[in-house]
């Protein structure tokens, strides 16, 4: 090789200078506040999803749609009515509510399942809510629904906001043992207040059947005396509901060829329940209509009879102020989680920020035509899902099917008996109590949150839905923060590991042959926790760093909440394994801190001579994402504190800092760097340049490819031959992108991972180790 080419070579294998430039808030701002013409445009067709699919919708769509909508349509419409009973209006608004939620909800949605109308949670809520404030807005008795649709405006209006402003993330601080509480009280709640009515004793008027769920329970047998009629309406409808379900669930898994006939025969066993009901009620009561033989509905009113525009009064708001925070959970999270839920079932994303705007203009919109807030419906989700619905405008075909039963069948419904429908509510709402299987999986995951589980549905049951949503809420929120100020990281230490292919999957240690190879490989270093409670065998025992050097690793975020706990932990374990660089810093006694109760006059007996002196500390930063003022200034209070201790410097090392604005706070701090050091360990990565021709008539071109990021953890500049010599067995792998005829020539460049002028900032452990026993001069 010629001189000219050695030197060559020797330039390639030097590393390329790099210099990290320090994190700009400009850049921040400019890549995450002002918006790119691109990023404008984007978000403003991301909300009309209907636009990415309506110009492919073709027959086979439109037929899987059509079938599903009519199910559904079925459905809710006397779930609609039942529902608006509980909403403490008349039965024709809940229809209402059933149709815009239904015929709007497909232009803003990303969920093909989801059907948005009266649901038992939020009607029941939104009734207790016009219990309270209707005393105290009397120029509205007569017509509650106006408050009602106030109060959907309002919503609507705050929740379109926070899917604009793409808070739909909030959502995420609600856990499922809050949900699942929510959803278990609100649903013996529900069910415990129709009880009367499916019995016939919620006519008696000391009987208040919105009284707390315990309360309800105990006067249905303080005055079950006065149960009628009715119950034998109630209750046998309510046998023949679960009767076919079983009998329809039972036949689907003997005859599972059949299973979607039976499928759709369970689904309408609501609506023949309720002809059945009709009829026979039709038949006892048509000459006995100014008197029935059992409670029937009455007179409903043909067509949309309450379109106008919504009335927003200060004096309404003010009287439904409080309210509103738990309404918006309640629409918020009921929505989300369906929606979520069956995504993940049918393999699709939902858009949960696009999901707030829908049930948002759906609810503002909705008043318009006499509809009070409405929300996502589990059951009818579910069934839409089953019945094969292809898009979201299976929605519209619903929307129809209650368009006709409003101007059609409003004289059929004058005989449907309102027994039956507590019935059809209690049936419904059965489905959102958590099943024993789903508790139990709740205390073997998680015990605190089992608690916080049943703290919910127990409040429910002894107060209110909104008092339940609030202390589930509350309690999981506090046990979040109590989890984030008590972590607490690890001293570390290395165990040398190998892979063993042909390890024995017995249990037990495998025997090694002498002069056997322990492994088919080399080795490398892990990281485990001194006290191996993460898991690891304890037969292997982790080695412990160097003399006056610990690796501490931080398992959590590490901001305000936290800070202090972490380093308070971490000091008191420097202090327990080493000594004081100065016996006796205080000089006399007087000097001494009032709040150290050392011995009087410390002398080298008071210490123990085998214990090492502190010289470094190396922080592994791979479990931090973020970093605040507070959290740094307690590192570096933590920092003068240990080099008052060691009477010296001491040595910080950071390994895996994930984001450039860390090491710039790290960096503002004093740390990364100093004016005497220089990087000694680089960890470097090969970068190929190939060079390819693809035969086309221009000529040569060339393409760049990162082939190798670190093959090895910690690498010094005269690796740099063993790492070319990887990227020239790289380039005969299938990793190189076509489309390539032939390789004419490669070079390789060898570069630093990181910043080299940053010697205390490290890839990784093995890196931060080697640097810090090379600065001490252990090696």
């Known amino acids: ?66 079938v599903a ?38 232009m803003f949605a990303t969920s093909k399942d989801i059907t948005i109308g009266p649901v038992a949670v939020m009607s029941t809520l939104m009734g207790n809510i016009l219990t309270d404030v209707m005393p105290h807005l009397p120029e509205y008795a007569d017509k509650a629904y106006l408050v009602a649709g106030c109060m959907s405006v309002v919503l609507g209006c705050i929740v379109t906001a926070l899917g604009l402003l793409r808070l739909g993330f909030i959502v995420d601080f609600i856990p499922l ?65 679960y009767v076919i379900r079983w009998a329809c669930t039972y036949a689907g898994r003997r005859w599972p060829k059949r299973e979607k006939l039976f499928f759709f025969i369970s689904t309408l066993r609501t609506a023949f329940v309720i002809l059945l009901y009709t009829l026979i009620s039709y038949l006892v009561n048509r000459n006995h209509r100014d008197k029935p033989k059992f409670s029937i509905l009455g007179k409903i009113p043909r067509g949309f009879q309450h379109i106008q525009v919504p009335v927003v009064h200060s004096n309404i708001l003010s009287e439904v102020a409080g309210k509103i925070p738990s309404a918006i959970i309640v629409l918020v999270i009921e929505h989300i989680s369906i929606s979520k839920s069956f995504g993940r079932i049918n393999n699709y994303t939902i858009n949960p920020n696009q999901e707030l705007i829908a049930i948002g203009v759906t609810n503002i919109f909705g008043p318009f035509f006499g509809a009070y807030p409405a929300t996502g419906s589990f059951s009818r989700t579910a069934i839409k899902s089953k019945a094969g619905v292809r898009t979201p405008l299976a929605g519209v075909i619903t929307a129809a099917i209650v368009v006709i039963a409003i101007y059609a069948l409003p004289p059929v419904f004058y005989y ?16 959102l109590i958590s099943t024993p299987s ?23 049951v002894f107060s209110s839905i909104d008092n339940g949503i609030y202390t589930s809420v509350a309690a999981s929120a506090a046990l979040l923060l109590f989890r984030i100020a008590k972590a607490q990281g690890k001293f570390i230490g290395t165990i040398r590991v190998y892979d063993r292919p042909s390890l024995s999957p017995s249990l037990g240690p495998t025997k090694v042959a002498a002069g056997e190879s322990p492994a088919s490989s080399s080795g490398r270093n892990v990281f485990v926790p001194l006290d191996l409670s993460d898991g690891t065998n304890p037969k292997a025992k982790p080695h412990l760093p160097p003399n006056g050097v610990f690796i501490y690793r931080f398992n959590e975020g590490y901001l305000y909440p936290n800070a202090v706990h972490f380093t308070e932990h ?34 080298e007996s008071d210490i123990d001579p085998t214990l090492p002196i502190l010289r470094a500390v190396i922080l592994d930063f791979s479990g931090v994402s973020h970093v605040d003022i507070t959290s740094i200034q307690n590192l570096v209070d933590v920092r003068r504190q240990l080099d008052r201790y060691t009477n010296d410097t001491v040595s910080w090392h950071f390994a895996g800092i994930k984001s450039p604005w860390t090491r710039r706070a790290l960096i ?91 010697p205390y900032f490290h890839v990784d452990l093995d890196e931060a180790l080697k640097a810090t026993e090379l600065e001490l001069g252990l090696k």
Not at 45 to 52: A, E
Not at 421 to 428: N, P
Request: with cysteine; glycine share 8%.
């Open 177 to 241: 043992p809050a949900i699942a509480a929510f959803m278990t009280g609100s649903a013996l709640n529900i069910a415990m207040g129709q009880i009367p009515t499916l019995m016939g004793n919620n006519s008696v008027k000391e009987y208040n059947t919105r009284a707390p769920t315990y309360l309800v329970f105990g006067n249905f047998f303080k005055y079950i005396k006065h149960c009628n009629i009715n119950a034998a309406v109630g209750l046998t409808a309510l046998f023949l509901l």
């Open 416 to 431: 449907v008996s309102n027994a039956l429908l507590a019935a059809v509510i209690i049936h419904a709402v059965g489905d």
């Open 668 to 758: 503002a701090a004093g740390f990364g760097s100093s004016e005497s050091e220089t990087r000694t360990v680089f960890t470097v990565a090969n970068v190929g340049v190939v060079n390819e021709v693809t035969g086309s008539a221009a000529g040569t071109s060339s393409s760049r490819y990162a082939l190798n990021s670190s093959a090895s953890p910690s690498s010094s500049v005269s690796d740099a031959r063993d790492e070319e010599e990887f990227v020239e067995d790289s380039l005969t792998s299938q990793d190189l992108r076509k489309p390539v005829v032939e390789i004419n020539s490669f070079d390789t460049a060898v570069i630093p991972v990181l910043s080299i002028d940053r």
């Open 69 to 106: 909508g009519v199910t559904v349509g079925v459905v809710v419409i006397p779930q609609g009515m039942a529902y608006a009973k509980l909403a403490q209006l008349p039965p024709e608004f809940g229809l209402y509510s059933s149709f815009v939620g239904c015929a709007m909800y497909f």
């Open 1 to 66: 090789m010629t001189h000219s080419a050695e030197a060559e070579r020797e330039r390639e294998s030097e590393p390329i200078y790099y210099v990290e430039p320090l994190a700009s808030s400009r850049e921040w701002i400019k890549e995450n506040v002002i918006p790119t013409k691109q990023q404008a445009v984007g978000y403003a067709k991301s909300l009309f999803p209907i636009f990415t699919w309506i110009h492919r919708y073709n027959w086979t769509w439109f037929l899987g749609d059509l």
């Open 570 to 603: 971490m000091v008191a374990g420097i202090f327990k394994q080493t000594r004081p660089g100065i016996i006796n810093p205080y000089g006399s006694l007087g000097n001494r801190p009032w709040n150290d109760p050392g011995p009087r006059h410390k002398s």
């Open 438 to 460: 789903a508790i139990k999986k709740f205390w073997k995951v998680s015990p605190f949150e089992f608690f916080i589980f049943w703290a919910g549905v127990i409040v429910s």
